[in-house]
């Protein structure tokens, strides 16, 4: 599976949109970009997948960049409820293995 | 109920007793994996199982076992606790493919204190 690198911390204000990162150069054509949450010691929550084409669903939009670099994850309200750490995955479906998760964005939503 | 289920949520244990964490699901997903988290840090593969008959080392696996005892229930034991094992524990069962609606759905985890 690619690796993946993302900033180790962001801030957001309350209500305002929430643009996370995420850095695949080496993501090949059968990887999908898939997006997790932790919100403090809890069990990671899924948020969204994708492979090409931007995604949205009730909890986030997925836009992930022309030659699959690169993607980012909107939270496009955030709220004090949203700080967690964000995970970004790279991983195909045939790869055989568990998730890797590396140490993600942990994400600050002050009010 | 939750579709993934930890027991116990929490535990204290001595070093080199034996203790066994118990995962069950009701998601009916044929893969089921047990992960560790340390403060900090992200989540690390113990152990992983495709189906009943199939166990597959992750890449923390020394110290631990597990059993696959039917599709819904997953353990994962450790036979003689270590205080460096103190952590987080997370069960995870997927479909097939991983790339279902929901993904991964994970449990909430059992924290193991080892003194």
């Known amino acids: 599976d690619a690796k993946t690198t993302q900033p180790t911390s962001m801030d957001c204000a309350e209500g305002r949109a929430a643009n996370l990162p995420c850095n695949h150069s080496t993501i090949s054509g059968n990887e999908y970009v898939y997006w997790y949450r932790q919100i403090h010691s809890q069990g990671p929550q899924y948020i969204i997948h994708g492979l090409k084409n931007n995604e949205t669903n009730e909890m986030a939009s997925l836009i992930i960049t022309e030659d699959r670099k690169s993607s980012t994850l909107i939270l496009p309200h955030a709220t004090l409820r949203d700080t967690a750490v964000y995970y970004c995955?790279?991983?195909?479906?045939?790869?055989?293995?568990?998730?890797?998760f590396g140490k993600g964005t942990s994400l600050l939503v002050t009010p | 109920d939750a579709d993934v289920t930890q027991t116990p949520r929490n535990r204290i244990t001595k070093t080199g007793k034996r203790i066994m964490l118990e995962c069950s699901q009701t998601?009916?997903?044929?893969?089921m994996y047990w992960y560790r988290q340390d403060p900090g840090l992200g989540l690390r593969l113990i152990y992983y199982s495709f189906d009943v008959k199939d166990i597959n080392k992750g890449e923390i696996s020394d110290g631990y076992s597990v059993s696959r005892q039917a599709q819904a229930k997953f353990s994962l034991s450790l036979e003689s606790a270590i205080p460096n094992q103190t952590a987080l524990y997370f069960c995870a069962t997927s479909d097939f493919t991983g790339t279902g609606l929901n993904g991964y759905t994970f449990g909430s985890g059992t924290r193991l204190t080892v003194v």
């Open positions: 998601k009916g997903h044929d893969r």
């Open positions: 995955i790279v991983r195909s479906t045939n790869s055989g293995y568990a998730l890797n």
